[in-house]
């Protein structure tokens, strides 16, 4: 396992890397985890017409004037997404970064200086670790799925489950066979790591972008969940994941504003509009009177 440093010039977009370990790297291999291989200011082109109001957040983002220019859907290891996003589960971003390095610091392997580890294998985990460990580490109730998964992908070939080998809905019902995973964090191990490149993990942010634009208002059920996966396939074919995440980021960094502006214009003039018709039927009664 090589421990890589990784940049990227904003003006020309040029990527260069160096191996920090004595574990040489490829090219190959980087620009198959970064997905290096599709055009995103062509898939941005391709999105923006997928929907009229976000139009302007994939503008912006095939112009170059945004900060979403670089989005990569990465191709992670599925051992790796998997334990990853059980360490998600109703947490924010900074500890979930806290709680991955320190699953790699406690059960990884250390192959560069400072302190670059890999991510423990499932083995490892299962070798090593106990639940009351993982609870000192700060994992909380997360700490028994994390046992569970691991003892799972022991005993199952997670790699059986890629889109070349299995449809969607047969591999979100295998993955949400293992203790503590639902549908978001399947259908997220299937999006960054199995190649399903069309389905759409949905949380508060997708679910709030789907109320905004989608008129999908209420509860997240399993109805819901399954209509805007829907909406978004048809709106941006088989690559709506990769769309999913410009739209999740655009969201975090408020760069969806003037579209959300322009939105509730249109719902105030669609509202005025209703009330324009049931006064003018007024009238018309009150005249024929």
């Known amino acids: 396992m090589a421990a890589v440093e990784i940049r990227q010039d904003a003006d020309t977009g040029l990527v260069s890397y160096r191996s920090l370990s004595a574990v ?137 489950l890629h889109r070349s080998k299995v449809d969607l809905a047969s591999a979100r019902m295998a993955l949400m066979q293992i203790k503590g995973v639902g549908r978001k964090v399947a259908d997220c191990v299937m999006l960054f790591s199995l190649g399903h490149h069309d389905v759409v993990p949905v949380d508060t942010h997708i679910q709030q972008i789907a109320e905004a634009y989608l008129g999908l208002e209420g509860t997240l059920t399993e109805a819901r969940h399954t209509e805007v996966q829907r909406q978004f396939l048809e709106a941006y074919g088989s690559t709506c994941g990769w769309a999913h995440c410009v739209l999740f980021y655009a969201r975090i960094l408020g760069k969806d504003k003037d579209s959300v502006v322009r939105v509730k214009k249109e719902k105030k003039r669609i509202v005025r509009g209703k009330e324009d018709s049931v006064e003018q039927k007024r009238k018309r009664v009150k005249h024929t009177k």
Not at 29 to 41: C, D, I
């Open 24 to 160: 040489p790297v490829t090219s190959k291999a980087l620009q198959e985890y970064f997905h290096l291989g599709p055009s995103l200011r062509n898939l941005c082109k391709q999105w923006g017409k997928g929907h009229h109001i976000l139009q302007n957040v994939f503008r912006g983002t095939y112009k170059g004037a945004s900060q979403l220019c670089g989005l990569r859907l990465l191709c992670q290891t599925p051992e790796d997404c998997l334990l990853s996003f059980i360490c998600s589960q109703n947490n924010h971003l900074t500890r979930i970064q806290a709680m991955v390095l320190k699953l790699c610091t406690a059960y990884g392997t250390k192959v560069a200086d400072p302190d670059y580890y890999t991510f423990p294998s499932a083995e490892a985990i299962v070798k090593k670790a106990t639940e009351s460990q993982l609870r000192e580490l700060g994992f909380g109730y997360r700490a028994s799925y994390i046992l569970s998964a691991a003892q799972w992908l022991q005993e199952h070939r997670i790699a059986d």
